[in-house]
């Protein structure tokens, strides 16, 4: 099936699913990847290792400017104090824009992307012919939190991760530039009562449609 310049942006909240969604759907259809998200940790990553403020602008937009998509290290990244650093950067539109456009230039490469963040469908590729808003309650993300926490043999309390989600839910949806919120032509999926295969499969149903309806045109 053609699939040329064909681009899948998926939105969300932390912990919905989109990264694990992102990743069948990428395999599955023979697309790139980008894990928006860790382009905001990179930034946020590099002002803590040089002992930086996280409001210091101009650092963060030189850091922005520095990031090399290819060369992201998902292991350094991931950790719970990156994620939140991150979504503090990310509050800053000039650097917003640096990545940004970044991400614009990963999603024009043949054979086209899959992008999961916040602003994917809203700001990033507005033109996506499929976009996902995927959500869970924070009880779910938190339950989902501690099960990862606890299969990498750590341990954590759930009032304080479920504090930890809520507190980085209201500020991305918060923020003035670009906040998380579902594109008016977005597929809403609640992952909630959903495994990753359930929700893969109602993605792949999604993307068929659009698919056979770019065929046809
Ligand atoms: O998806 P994540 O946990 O890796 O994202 C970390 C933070 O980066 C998130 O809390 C907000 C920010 N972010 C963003 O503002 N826009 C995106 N497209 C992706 C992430």
Known sequence: MMTDGFII??????GAGKGTL?????????LNLLDTGLTYRAVAHRLVTHGLPLDNISAA????RQI???AMDRDTLSTHAVG????????????RRILVDKQRDFASRPPGAVLDGRDIGTVVCPDAPVKLYLT????????????????????ADYERVLADIERR??????????????AADAHLLDTSEMDIDAAFEAACVIVDQALAARTKA
């Open 61 to 64: 937009e030189t850091a922005a």
């Open 169 to 182: 839910d209201s500020r991305d949806m918060g923020r003035e530039d670009s906040p998380l919120r579902p």
């Open 84 to 95: 939140e650093a991150a979504s503090r950067v990310a509050v800053h539109p000039s650097v």
């Open 68 to 70: 090399d998509l290819a």
């Open 22 to 30: 992102a990743r069948r759907l990428a395999d599955h259809y023979r």
């Open 136 to 155: 869970a309650t924070p009880a779910t993300r938190a339950r989902r939190r501690m099960a990862e926490i606890e299969a990498r043999g750590g341990q």
């Open 9 to 14: 942006a998926i939105d969300g909240p932390a």
